[in-house]
């Protein structure tokens, strides 16, 4: 095998990798899988557009497979489990609404959202708009007490819900 043909085997191998652990994170975080699958997605384009080499790119994909490493690490530097991370990373999603919460606030928001959803019905409440609605309600109640930046609360409440979707479908499984 050439060196040419050794280095693209290990950038397919890589990228395969990559993907999968981006496809596992989709089940639990989609703040996470999101930043990750657009880094890969432009970090391909980049590759087949031969803005960077195969060497470049084996690099970056290597970035790319410990920042993921290390995101899936960041919640529990704070102290909390998966679910309650991908909540945090919900809320947190927005800079200056980071910027303005405490990381402890956010914390204690992320393990109440957590708790909220986990005491839903058991039922498909992606289909009904009454159990949606309530939701809706208790996390823009949640996000006020805490004193979340009004002006980013919406776009905080839709990621919320979101996530909330992606938990429940995931643990009922």
Known sequence: ??????K??????LRKLLNDQIRITERTNLVQS??????LEDAMLRYTNKAISTAEMITRLIDLA??????QRHGEELGLNREETAFYDA???NESAREAMQRDSLRLMARELTEMVKNMPKLDWTQRESVRASLRR?????L??????PDLAEGATQLVLRQAE????NSEQ
């Open 1 to 6: 095998m050439t060196a040419p043909e050794q």
């Open 166 to 169: 992606v938990s429940t479908e």
């Open 144 to 149: 006020a007490k805490y004193g979340y930046p």
């Open 34 to 39: 999101k930043k990750f699958r657009e880094a």
């Open 8 to 13: 693209n085997l290990a950038l397919e191998t």
């Open 91 to 93: 809320l947190a999603e």
């Open 66 to 71: 410990k920042h993921l490493r290390d995101a």
């Open 138 to 142: 208790n996390v823009r109640r949640l």
